[in-house]
């Protein structure tokens, strides 16, 4: 065989061969997509800071957390950064007509940046609503909670 019918013979043996139909194969499953929905409840003014409270759910886990950050501007005057301060926090939740998922209590310090104090994680039944409460509380201002419901939809 000369040289040109053996690079013709290659061609049409490479031609054939990615012309030939691919036999499918069948895909594994894949598991439904779950998203976190993250919801907070309303801002509360507690020891001069902005607070709320806020759940991460992901199908039936939820993640219970709060957050200190200014409440505002400062006020003309006011020394920058502010000095900072140390804070009593009280994280606590359970299922509403149910069971308490427990209560986190400890110590923060507050200086200018947003502050997530993390605390409660639970495994809680589809169709459920969680009540959650974060209070924070100065050496001169006492707590006053904000809350927040979440529905546990699977």
Known sequence: MNRIARIAAGAAGAVALFAAPVPAFASAPTAAATTTVTTCGWSGLQAGLSTKVCADVTG?????????????????????????????????????????????????????STVRVDGIAATVPCGSTVHASFSVEAIWRGPAPVTVDVPVVC
């Open 60 to 112: 039936d886990s939820v993640v219970l957390y709060g957050q200190i950050g200014l409440a505002g501007p400062p006020s003309p005057g006011t020394p920058w950064p502010p000095a900072p301060q140390e804070l009593l926090t009280r994280l606590s939740a359970d299922v509403v007509g149910g069971n308490s998922l427990g209560s986190v209590s400890g110590r923060t310090v507050f200086t200018v």
